[in-house]
């Protein structure tokens, strides 16, 4: 019997989708598994560590990010990294720790064209008395997260983030720069504050992986509970 090709790219998506589903999560209840991996409650005080800017003239080089302190996210890194089941030694980390609050793409895709600079959003960020309004944005911890997928090279990919909750005044920031974009006449229909799915990288096979290789780092990855105490 022939087999059309349709259906080939089809049993193609089917076992693509296997290959990239997280091995501890139950697909039919969707709940992540019940093992707590704890942090210390200091990762959330990010008000005590400096906003970072990151600008530049390269593509994906600018962009807006809420700087975490690395100490606090390290051990959990090495606890997934030396977890066989998890990263068992093949996680690459970047020795750094943030939320991106906006995104490379989302700058030199919808914002810069609209006439926002760097220079802007980077005053958004640091408004206030003490000049670090985005640095003292309150959030918690959902989950920690896992993607994973075979990328266009054929390549399996993995990525470990800790997904965030109740994040609204990264919102708000969002929310500022929303009202900037339209004020500079920003379509906008290109440009969604509530679009966003914060999280913070913990390690990554190969090279991480993002929304354009087909993954989403939000609730729906999660796979082990963390606790910060």
């Not at 962009?63 to 093949?90: E, R, S």
């Amino acid at each position: 019997m022939r087999v059309t090709a349709s259906l080939l790219a089809a049993m193609a998506v089917v076992a693509s989708t296997v290959l990239a589903a997280p091995e501890n999560v139950d697909n039919k209840s969707n709940k992540h598994h019940s093992k707590s991996i704890v942090i210390n409650k200091k990762v959330l005080q990010t008000s005590k560590v400096p906003f970072i800017p990151h600008s530049g003239t390269a593509l994906f080089s600018n962009w807006v990010g809420l700087n975490v302190d690395f100490k606090y996210v390290k051990p959990v890194f090495d606890l997934a990294n030396t977890t066989l089941a998890i990263g068992n030694g093949t996680l690459i980390s970047r020795n750094e720790s943030h939320v991106t609050v906006i995104l490379p793409t989302e700058y030199d895709q919808i914002l810069h064209p609209a006439g926002v600079t760097i220079e802007e959003l980077n005053a958004l960020a640091t408004r206030g008395p003490q000049k670090n309004s985005l640095q003292r944005s309150r959030f918690e911890l959902e989950c920690v997260g896992r993607v994973q997928v075979v990328t266009k090279d054929g390549v399996f990919q993995q990525s470990l983030q800790l997904i965030l909750k109740n994040y609204k005044d990264l919102i708000r920031y969002r929310e500022e720069v929303f009202k900037l974009f339209v004020k500079k006449g920003g379509n906008p229909a290109l440009f969604s504050a509530d679009n966003f799915t914060p999280h913070i990288t913990l390690g990554f096979k190969h090279r991480d992986i993002f929304v354009e290789d087909g993954v989403f780092k939000g609730k729906n990855a999660c796979f082990r509970k963390i606790v910060a105490k």
